[in-house]
């Protein structure tokens, strides 16, 4: 391909630099700008608002709102996902060599 460098990345000035084009929109850029916003009728940040209304519900008994309560507050628990290949946990593999039946030759 000409359009890539030998490493495989888009050559400088090639139309697809792996960003965002020019004039479009993030949709998190802009809830970011609607929740600094105040609400009109409390005159509170929609920020406050919402996560008020988060903590209300995660107190009334919402499982999946206090998990991520919480999960926020103080980060999610790292997954361990153990494949193998690790000094305690070799990958093992097994080659079972089966001779040709001959006979139907």
Not at 11 to 40: F, M, Q, W, Y
Not at 49 to 72: H, S, T, Y
Request: cysteine-free; hydrophobic content about 30%; overall charge positive.
């Amino acid at each position: 391909m000409e359009d890539r460098d030998e490493k495989g990345k888009f050559i400088k000035g090639h139309k697809s630099t792996g960003r965002r084009p020019k004039g479009s929109v993030s949709i998190n850029d802009e809830l970011r700008k609607l929740l600094a916003t105040k609400d009109k009728g409390t005159k509170k940040a929609y920020v406050e608002v919402l996560a008020r209304k988060i903590f209300n519900d995660a107190l009334k008994g919402n499982d999946r709102l206090i998990i991520e309560l919480w999960n926020q507050m103080e980060g999610k628990a790292p997954q361990n996902i153990n494949m193998g290949g690790q000094d305690d946990n070799p990958i093992k593999i097994e080659i079972e060599h089966i001779k040709p039946d001959l006979k139907d030759e």
